[in-house]
Structure formats: structure tokens, C-alpha cells
């Protein structure tokens, strides 16, 4: 009878670092597929399965896989040290960079699942399976004894091939049915550099691929750093910038590779409900994401930092023959470590160089953006000298706070109204005011001048006053009923001011049957098929119905009273 295993870590540690060591889905399969990385696979499968004892995830690869020593001394001996002088830090097989470091990571299963089984074989060694569950490791937790996982039998449906290995998470946590989504392929997709050529994952048989990322195509302008591939970016060459300076210390030792780069919308970084916020800079290591966002370690809020994503591949902080500085949830750095407060200071200098080249983007495009706008274009050709470039510093402005075209339309309006009446009033250096980072500051300068409201009534007054104009001048000339319908149709408030707020959208030119679900069998075929000229819902529920003639024509009261019967028994 073979030897029992046993999980060589004390309980109370494993208590902590396994139980409680990550808190999503994506880190902990990471994890998983960083393992099958370092075993040399070349293609990682993992799927989402939904048998009769409920969900599971499983993730298989075609690695090395593990006969019975390597499961006991290396896979159940947390803490083993995977990379060593005499192994090196390169996969056998391969030369990949290995992943991994102290044999942690591998315990983040058991923040998800309560059951976890692993299946393997190593070439011509028979297969190997064990099965750990949670609730039987609080038991020795509590009794203050040793954890023997038990050796299982490798079922029919799981084929390792030559060699491999397959994990099987089930009886999963409560929290992580929400993560097994459409959004985990593209979560897990941005947690690696080097899925592809080499190195197949797919999810739910599916291949990840560079498009699953999904954020080159949403950037406007970045800055690019070693060799990293630019054809990556699909846009200007003038907005892609490679920085001549991709080290974070004056000896060159630490070398930073990746990209950081502005969105023109900062919603287009706020995806779908459910799906990950996309404004940051994640710091990855090895090829993996050692770190999801150093973004949000900085007090900078300027509003450019709301349109900011990046990838920075640091390497020199996982470097085999210096410290671990990694935390042990594995997704953190030890902040005091003068390789990360390098890196910081280099991230902080970047930050402030790309603010400064946002500005000058932003105040380059922001005339040609205005003069979109015909009326605008017009206003602004009629300008000359400073005042014209005092303008044009003004729609500059607008455009870095503007958050979308129709924000962008209305900050126009009401800046070349505050411009106008500054102008009047010689007082353009007030603009000055307007602070890109601080928009209380700007709506402040925009409402204080009292006659942006007034300007906006008077807009309103004007165009009803045309629009009372072209339909007294269309009774005038007796123009066709249909002319007149359609332009009271337009503009209900010709008839009641209160018609501007409809519970539905108005009939226009409807027959009957058309506008009512039921029709007396009193109507005669004529009164089914005659046609209203406008409906109208109100807020009430009531029907007001428009019967339109021509002023020329005569009508008797009688056939007023046979059309309102109609529509009565209607």
C-alpha cells in the first residue's frame, strides 16, 4: 500500500495564505495557468463545466506533469522553491522565465472551490490524483493535526495523454458564480504578455487571442517604451510616441518594456456592468500581472488620470538572485523596496510628461472640433488677433474637459456666451480661471453671467415666434391641409402649451383601426377606414384627437357631430 501524502505547511499558515489568499476568479486561475507555463505546456484548456453535482472549473494542460515524488516534494510542500541556483530560472524544456517563485500560488484554489482535485501524469509514469477539501482542513486546523489528502482514481473523462495535468475545482464559493462569465476570457486574456505563439489558452474551447484585451483599439495617443510591438496600435504614427528613456534608474539596470496611453472617451475605460474598469496601469512580471494597478498608489487626480491605461512589464522585480519582494497574495510588491519606489518615481515622471502632451492634443483639436459647428465656425472666422487666440485657448480647454460629444456641444454654447459677455466687459484673462481639474470652478465662471439664462429664453421665444409666423403666413395663403398638419403636428404646443410632454409619441395620418385596439361593430366600413389626422395621449390617459381643414373650406355642424360620433364609438 503506498505511502499517504500529506500537505507539508503548518494549518494556521495555510489558513491564511490558501483559504483566504485571493478574492477573484481570474487571479486564482492565473495562478493555474503561470503553473502550466512553468511546466512547459503548450496549451492550457480552461472550461466551465455544469455536471449533475453542480458547477466546476477545470483547468488541464499538456505540461510536464508530476510523478509521485514530484507531487509529494514539490507540489504538497508549500514554500518549495522553484527557482534555485543549481535549477536556474529558466524552464528545462523550453527556457521559459519561470513564473513562479515559492510554490504559493497554488494554494489560491482553495479560496474558491471547497473541493479541489488534481489529476496528473509525467510520460511513462502511471497517473497520479489526490483530492483536498476545505472542510476536512479546518478539521486538522482545529484538532491541530496533519492534512493527508487522500489519493482518488482518475475518471474516464479526464485524458492526460503522454503527460500533463488537470485540475478540477467544485463545490464552489457563492461569490464566484458571478465571475464565470463572458468577461473571463478577456480577464484572464489581460493578466498575461505571453499568450500565443508557443502558448495556447483557450476558455470554454476557445483560443484567447491579443483581440480579447480589448483596449488597443480605444486608445488615442500613447507612449511606448523598449520594444515593445507598436503595430499593436492601429492609429497615427504622431500619436504613438516611443520614449527614448526605458529605464527606472540612472545605472540602466532596470529596463521597463510596455505602453501607457490615453482614451479619448474615459467611458469607453468603464465598461459593461460586470466587466473589468479598465483605467489603470497594471505592473506585470515575467510575463504575468504582478500588480493590478499602480495607478491608483498615486494622490494625482488631475482629470486626465480619468482616461489613462497602461501595461508595464517590469522584470526587475522578480529577478531570481535578488529578494522576493512579491506580498504573499502574490499581487502586491513591498512598496519600501527601492526597485518599486524606482519604478514609482518613473511612473510619476511619465504621468506628468503624458498630462502635458494631452493638454497640447487636446488644445491642437479643440478649435477644429468647435468649427464643426457651423454656427461656431462662423462666430470664430469673425474673430481677429488675441482675441481669436484666446479663443481658440478656450475651446482647447473645453476639449480636455469635455467627457463626449454632447457635453463637448453644450460647454461650447456656454463658453463662447461667457466669452462674448467677458468680452464686452474686457475681461477676457477671466477665462483664466477655467481649470481643467476642477469643474466646480469652471460651471461657477460659466452661471455667474446672468445672461446666459436670459439668452437661452430668448433663443426659445425666437424660434415659436417663427414657428406662430409660418403657420399664421399658411393659413394666409390657404396651403394644403397636409402642410398644416404636419407643421402643428411638429410643434403640438401650437394647439396647448402643456403638449409638450406626451405619454406616447403622437399619431400622425392613422386610420382608425390603426389607432384604436377595438372598433364598435356600429362603424361602417367607410368610418373603420377614415384616417385621423393627428392623436394625440395625454398624461391623464385621454385621447385628444386633431381634425385639420383647410380655413377655405365650409363645414356643417352636423358633419362636425357625425365625426365626433365616430370617434366616440371608437
Known amino acids: 500500500m503506498p505511502k499517504e501524502y500529506t500537505l507539508d505547511i503548518d494549518l494556521n499558515v495555510l489558513n491564511h495564505l490558501g483559504l483566504n489568499l ?7 486561475l492565473a495562478e493555474l495557468i503561470a503553473n502550466a507555463w512553468d511546466a512547459d505546456a503548450a496549451r492550457v484548456d480552461v472550461s466551465v463545466k455544469e455536471p449533475d453535482e453542480g458547477k466546476q472549473i477545470v483547468i488541464q494542460d499538456n505540461g510536464c506533469g508530476m510523478n509521485d515524488a514530484d507531487l509529494r516534494d514539490k507540489f504538497l510542500v508549500v514554500g518549495y522553491q522553484r527557482r534555485t541556483k543549481e535549477s536556474g530560472d529558466l524552464t528545462p524544456g523550453k ?9 504559493i500560488g497554488k494554494l489560491s484554489v482553495l479560496s474558491i472551490a471547497q473541493k479541489v482535485q488534481v489529476f496528473t501524469k509525467k510520460e511513462t509514469a502511471a497517473p497520479l490524483a489526490i483530492e483536498l477539501e476545505v472542510a476536512e482542513i479546518q478539521k486538522a486546523i482545529t484538532k491541530k493535526k496533519k492534512y493527508h489528502p487522500p489519493a482518488i482514481s482518475v475518471p474516464e473523462t479526464i485524458d492526460l495523454g503522454r503527460s500533463g495535468t488537470a485540475i478540477v475545482l467544485s463545490d464552489l464559493m457563492k461569490r464566484v458564480n458571478a465571475s464565470l462569465d463572458r468577461y473571463l476570457r478577456q480577464r484572464v486574456a489581460r493578466r498575461f504578455s505571453v499568450i500565443g505563439d508557443g502558448f495556447q489558452v483557450l476558455v470554454n474551447g476557445s483560443e484567447i487571442t491579443l483581440k480579447d484585451r480589448n483596449y488597443f483599439g480605444k486608445l488615442e495617443y500613447a507612449l511606448v ?5 507598436k503595430s499593436k496600435f492601429k492609429h497615427d504614427k504622431k500619436y504613438v510616441v516611443p520614449r527614448p528613456k526605458n529605464t527606472v534608474d540612472e545605472q540602466k539596470r532596470h529596463a521597463v518594456r510596455g505602453w501607457i496611453g490615453l482614451v479619448e472617451k474615459s467611458g469607453s475605460l468603464q465598461e459593461e456592468e460586470g466587466a473589468d474598469n479598465l483605467n489603470k496601469i497594471s505592473i506585470l512580471a515575467r510575463g ?3 500588480l493590478e494597478d499602480i495607478l491608483d498608489s498615486y494622490r494625482e487626480g488631475g482629470l486626465y488620470t480619468k482616461y489613462i491605461i497602461g501595461e508595464l512589464e517590469t522584470d526587475f522585480l522578480d529577478l531570481t538572485e535578488q529578494e522576493d519582494i512579491a506580498t504573499s497574495s502574490r499581487q502586491d510588491f513591498i512598496q519600501s523596496d527601492e526597485r518599486f519606489v524606482q519604478l514609482r518615481k518613473f511612473v510619476e515622471r511619465e504621468l506628468k510628461y503624458l498630462a502635458r502632451e494631452r493638454a497640447k492634443l ?6 477644429k472640433k468647435a468649427c464643426e459647428i457651423p454656427a461656431i465656425e ?3 472666422e469673425s474673430l481677429k488677433g488675441d482675441t481669436k487666440t484666446a479663443a481658440k485657448e478656450l475651446f482647447g480647454r473645453i476639449n480636455q474637459i469635455a467627457t463626449d460629444d454632447e457635453h463637448r456641444k453644450t460647454l461650447y ?5 461667457a466669452f462674448e459677455r467677458l468680452r464686452y466687459k474686457k475681461k477676457l484673462n477671466e477665462l483664466d480661471q477655467l481649470d481643467i481639474n476642477n469643474l466646480e470652478a469652471t460651471v461657477k465662471l460659466f452661471s455667474e453671467l446672468d445672461d446666459i439664462e436670459a439668452s437661452w429664453y430668448y433663443e426659445i421665444t425666437e424660434g415659436r415666434l417663427d414657428v406662430i409666423k409660418k403657420l399664421s403666413a399658411d393659413i394666409d395663403e390657404d396651403v394644403l391641409e397636409k402642410i398644416i398638419q404636419q407643421h402643428i403636428y411638429n410643434h403640438l404646443w401650437l394647439l396647448d402649451p402643456s403638449w409638450d410632454r406626451a405619454t406616447e409619441t403622437p399619431s400622425l395620418e392613422q386610420s382608425v383601426t390603426t389607432s384604436f385596439d377595438k372598433i364598435s361593430d356600429k362603424l361602417s366600413k367607410e368610418e373603420k377606414q377614415g384616417r385621423l389626422d393627428i392623436r394625440y395621449k395625454k398624461t391623464s390617459g385621454k385621447h385628444v384627437i386633431i381634425e385639420l ?10 358633419h362636425l357631430m357625425e365625426q365626433v360620433d365616430k370617434y366616440m364609438l371608437a
Open 378 to 380: 462662423e462666430w470664430y
Open 225 to 229: 517604451y523598449g520594444d515593445f510591438d
Open 95 to 103: 527556457g521559459r522565465p519561470v513564473m513562479g517563485r515559492k510554490g
Open 549 to 558: 381643414k383647410r380655413g377655405s373650406v365650409l363645414i356643417s355642424s352636423n
Open 288 to 290: 504575468k500581472v504582478a
Open 413 to 417: 454654447k456656454y463658453g463662447v456666451l
Open 362 to 367: 487636446k488644445n491642437e483639436e479643440g478649435a
Open 22 to 28: 485571493y478574492s477573484n476568479v481570474p487571479a486564482v
